[in-house]
């Protein structure tokens, strides 16, 4: 098997045991060659949560926890990424004003920020809205940004970061600024084009470039695991499908396959990649 005695990273996935495959969908991870993954916690509407304080988003990093539990029973090396999905945003202002809003995803990334502290998690998670939204929420949803970036700055931890399709030069300076590694910070469906370090979308076609140029970079799914959506962004054997159609028609080597699924991630994250 080309996959043998590689490790296979999956960066951004979601397992769902409530609302999607839930522990099968990290099994068909595992069977097509996949060894380690990045499980982040999913939106609190997710779980019939509606948060009116910080301290409501505990119930869906507990929940991840025991999801991560359940999955390393099957094998899987797993490590959870804390945070508030900047989406959080809009269905907050439904219920509360825009300052209160703010305070509870501000509170809710505190809170995030003690799992990793704990060493419960490796990174926080956290951004701005990648659809269109007026100035006021716009200006709202860096200021949380901002606050997730300070926080992973304190916690010595990565922050990978939902945003709008483009390079995100701006965050990189809110990182400077924030006391934080610009590399440290994740774009999560990324384009190339970003000074922060991109994590592919394991389909695009950019990555054996990429790979050939000896970029640092991840590959995730965004799996969503949702019933309602089967299969979006991309099903949970596209990381390792991909890595070895890959490797298969030589547009990546055995050792950009090391780098993409090994040392970047061991590297962004502090955390250590090896095969059980």
């Not at 991909?242 to 298969?248: G, P």
Request: glycine residues 8%.
């Amino acid at each position: 098997m080309i996959l043998s005695g590689l490790p296979i990273t999956d960066d951004h996935i979601h397992i769902d045991p409530l609302n999607g495959k839930g522990i099968e969908a990290a099994k068909e991870f595992q069977r097509a060659g996949g060894t380690h993954m990045f499980l982040v916690t999913k939106p609190s509407w997710s779980y019939g949560i509606s948060p009116v304080s910080g301290e409501d988003f505990r119930e869906v990093f507990e929940t991840t926890l025991k999801t991560a539990k359940k999955i390393r029973e099957t094998g899987i090396v797993v490590f959870t990424i804390m945070g508030v999905h900047p989406a959080e945003i809009n269905r907050l202002c439904e219920r509360m004003t825009l300052k209160d809003a703010v305070r509870v995803m501000k509170c809710g990334l505190s809170v995030a920020s003690e799992y990793v502290t704990e060493g419960l998690s490796v990174a926080l998670k956290s951004g701005r809205p990648h659809y269109e939204v007026d100035e006021t929420i716009w200006a709202a949803s860096n200021d949380i940004l901002n606050h997730a970036l300070i926080l992973s700055a304190d916690c010595d931890c990565a922050l990978q970061i939902h945003a709008e399709t483009g390079p995100c030069n701006d965050v990189a300076v809110m990182a400077g600024k924030a006391g934080m590694l610009p590399e440290r910070v994740v774009k999560h469906f990324s384009i190339p084009e970003t000074p922060l370090t991109p994590s592919m979308l394991a389909k695009d076609e950019s990555i054996p470039e990429m790979a050939g140029a000896g970029r640092i970079f991840t590959m995730e799914s965004d799996y969503m695991d949702d019933n309602t959506r089967p299969g979006a962004v991309i099903g949970p054997k596209s990381v390792p499908r991909f890595t070895r159609r890959f490797l298969e028609k030589g547009l990546i080597t055995e050792e950009s396959a090391y780098r993409i699924h090994r040392e970047s991630p061991s590297k962004i994250y502090g955390v250590e990649i090896e095969l059980p």
